[in-house]
């Protein structure tokens, strides 16, 4: 496996700098079925007062397919290694670690294993662990998870489609420029199936309370990926956390109520 | 133009009948439709999909489209269906599992739009939903056929390459690689390590790191490997599963952030003997076409590593004397070509020692062979245990031997000699008792002025020498010098 040394970091994760260059930096972590698209409404929102980072992880949205090794995401400690190398390779210190979904549980694994990098950590509907356990109501059984593979098997025929470049250009969201177009909220279907199988079997119960970072969660109402004795459960784990519940209903807020997102992330911060 | 093309030309009926009630094609049209606010609430939904789920309008409207869905449809409609319409404002035939009111599902294809609100409020999300069961059937059919197809095309291309990988491995070390590499790349293992059986049974690290810290590089007795070995099984240790049972391993594979082990034990055959760890940084189940592949890669491991080491017992023995392990005729001559040539090039000095054991007849005539082998072995042990680091000793005769002694000058040798004489005279205790032996020795020297002699010359001179030890009375070194 190559070491980080030897991979231009920033081109494999399509990474993507903005705001203020001498700003506290603010990395922005999607999860499982998008790509740094996610951000979108959120990110420009900082770029005022932080240097701001978005990135693709590999396998969705720019990233470089051909750095996908199946070894190394095995496990959510691949993905947390490339945040870890990405913060390397801008050097980036005192850094806000904003992770949505799966990512949240990402940043955790990276927070813990180089805590030195990271300022705070904001974890957007985190669950550490979808798969009810005696004891543990994550809200998915096995079964369910398999279900899932179903439906991303099911959709697979028109994920093709949807690789293709997209028609843009929706008269009544004039936000949403030309530059979304091949590489729009795309995800290699194979990759996605692996991924989908290494977010939601894992368990990452046991790191969170070896979280040192100041955490802020949100916790969305009516989610139901991450539903909100979740959301309590990582609260109650992670020494000193704050846990502030969102209007937002679903499991992105960041789309559905991004102004939301970036007030209760700016007050957290303040 | 036919007859009733030609009357309608001519206005004599009426044109074809068109939807008299959009209420009633919203209604009942050939798809389902419905209409949710932006967070997925049911406003309108129309007879069509109520008739395909067996719902009734109170149900559905004021509820959530999401919880209309198979848990595993709703994790897919909140990561993938709901963000990618948010962003782009559309989404054509995604493919959405829905529950019937009677818990059966409906597989459907589901074209959505977001209608933006006038005054640019919250919008709406129109659908069209249809029923994609025969379509959908199909495709899974096929999806799965090729899936099939494919895990057995891949099951295969694994030990095709593990087969390639282990065939071009000349050592037990390029071997070991191989292995590691095939069973990482076979499960998608974060890393995996080998170790192989010496002699005398215990495992030592040759490809890797053991994966959960052990510090040196010999598999405990207790360890993973090890187990696999006695059992002769795959072994896999999760490790919630043996949090209990073995806190300390638990606590190490935890550090190492590693969630299961397997361990997989190379069938003996013959002295071919192994273990390959392959570590997982999650939790892994293995079903038993997983752990067939295990073992059919290792049996092909086995196989590979009986062939190596075949082949180095084979290069030893054409190159080593069997009895006493020194090197043998062969290996001499191949050598004392080499020093001669390095001597040639650089003008050193080059020293011959020949070696014939005194009395060594009388053992064998009156002890047995058994005995005359025994002082031979010991013999070779001391000759081993005095030479220099850099001197190559050999057995060329039955008691006869020879050291090679490289840049070395007459009196050098002459020292090493008389150690060596010094060392064979010590009384055979434990081995022959009450017997002792000596040994005759000849030292042919090449100081390095003028051109190196030839390898025979250089024998031909150190065993004359040698002779002329005998014939002095036995325990006697002598050195000429060409």
């Known amino acids: 496996m190559a070491s980080s040394g030897e991979v231009d970091v920033l081109h494999r994760n399509n990474v993507k700098i903005s705001g203020k260059p001498d700003g506290r930096p603010i990395v922005f972590a999607h999860g499982f079925g998008c790509s740094q698209e996610m951000w979108r409404l959120v990110a420009p929102a900082f770029e005022r007062d932080h240097l701001v980072v978005l990135f693709d992880h590999v396998g969705a949205g720019g990233s470089d397919l051909r750095a996908y090794d199946r070894s190394r995401y095995d496990s959510l400690h691949g993905y947390a290694d490339d945040v870890l190398e990405i913060l390397d390779a801008l050097d980036l210190h005192d850094t806000v670690y904003v992770g949505h979904s799966v990512s949240a549980m990402v940043g955790v694994l990276a927070a813990t294993s180089r805590p030195q990098r990271f300022g705070a950590l904001v974890l957007v509907g985190p669950s550490p662990r979808y798969i009810d356990e005696p004891g543990y109501r994550g809200g998915f059984s096995q079964a369910d998870i398999d279900g899932l593979l179903d439906a991303l098997d099911a959709n697979y025929l028109g994920w093709s489609s949807e690789l293709a470049p997209a028609i843009m250009g929706n008269p009544d969201v004039p936000e949403l420029g030309d530059e979304l177009t091949a590489s729009f909220c795309s995800v290699d279907p194979a990759i996605a199936r692996h991924f989908a199988r290494v977010t939601f079997t894992s368990d990452n119960r046991e790191d969170l309370r070896a979280v040192v970072s100041p955490t802020l969660i949100l916790q969305c109402s009516d989610d139901i990926i991450a539903p909100r004795a979740v959301g309590e459960f990582v609260h109650r784990e992670i020494p000193g956390s704050r846990l502030v519940q969102l209007a937002a209903t679903g499991h992105c807020p960041n789309l559905s109520s991004p102004d939301e997102v970036v007030a209760a992330i700016t007050d957290f911060l303040r | ?482």
């Open chain 2, 1 to 482: 133009m036919t007859d009733a093309a030609g009357r309608r030309a001519h206005g004599e009926i009426g044109p074809p009948a068109v939807e008299s009630s959009f209420e009633d094609l919203y209604e009942h049209a050939p798809c389902g439709h419905l209409s949710t606010a932006s967070d997925g609430t049911i406003l309108r939904v129309n007879s069509t999909f109520l008739e395909w789920t067996g719902y009734s309008v109170d149900q559905l409207v004021g509820s959530s489209f999401a919880d209309l869905l198979t848990p595993g449809g709703r994790i897919f409609a909140e990561t993938r269906y709901l963000p990618v319409l948010r962003l782009e404002g559309s989404v054509k035939e995604v493919a959405l599992p829905v529950r019937r009111a009677d818990g059966t599902t409906l597989p459907t294809l589901v074209n959505s739009v977001v209608v933006e609100a006038a005054d640019g409020g919250p919008g709406l999300i129109r659908s069209a939903i249809f029923d994609a069961t025969s379509r959908q059937d199909y495709e899974l059919d096929l999806l799965n056929a090729r899936r099939r197809a494919e895990t057995s095309e891949e099951r295969v291309r694994v030990l095709q390459r593990a087969s390639a990988a282990f065939l071009a491995s000349a050592s037990e070390a390029a071997f070991a690689e191989a292995l590691a590499g095939s069973m990482q790349e076979a499960f998608a293992a974060t890393a995996a390590a080998v170790y192989l059986a010496d002699e005398s049974g215990r495992l030592e690290l040759v490809a890797g790191a053991h994966p959960i810290g052990v510090a040196d590089d010999v598999e405990p007795d207790d360890g993973p490997g090890a187990e696999a070995l006695r059992s002769g099984r795959v072994l896999v240790w999760s490790r919630s599963g043996i949090r209990d049972g073995m806190p300390t391993a638990a606590q190490a594979m935890k550090e190492a952030r590693f969630e299961t082990l397997t361990a997989t034990p190379l069938p003996s055959a013959g002295t071919a003997s192994g273990v390959v760890l392959s570590a997982f940084g999650r939790e892994r189940t293995f079903d038993a076409e997983a752990i067939a592949l295990h073992e059919a890669i290792a049996r092909q491991a086995s196989e590979a590593l009986a062939r190596i080491r075949l082949q180095s017992r084979l290069e030893r023995m054409a190159l080593y004397d069997q009895l006493t392990g020194l090197a043998n005729r062969q290996l001499l001559k191949t050598r004392l070509g080499e020093v001669l040539a390095a001597a040639r090039r650089e003008s050193g000095p080059t020293a011959l020692v020949v070696l014939d054991l005194d009395g060594f007849k009388a053992v064998n005539d009156r002890m047995g062979h058994m005995a005359g082998d025994a002082v031979l072995r010991e013999i070779a042990d001391r000759l081993r245990s005095t030479i220099r680091p850099g001197d190559v000793a050999g057995r060329f005769g039955g008691d006869e031997f020879m050291i090679i002694c490289e840049n070395t000058t007459a009196a050098s040798a002459e020292a090493v000699a008389d150690r060596l004489r010094g060392a064979i005279n010590l009384p055979l205790t434990g081995v022959l008792d009450d017997f002792s032996i000596s040994a005759s020795i000849g030292v042919a020297v090449h100081d390095g002025a003028g051109s190196a002699p030839a390898a025979a010359d250089l024998f031909a001179a150190a065993d004359a020498a040698m002779f002329r030890s005998k014939h002095a009375g036995k325990d006697v070194t002598t050195v000429v010098v060409l």
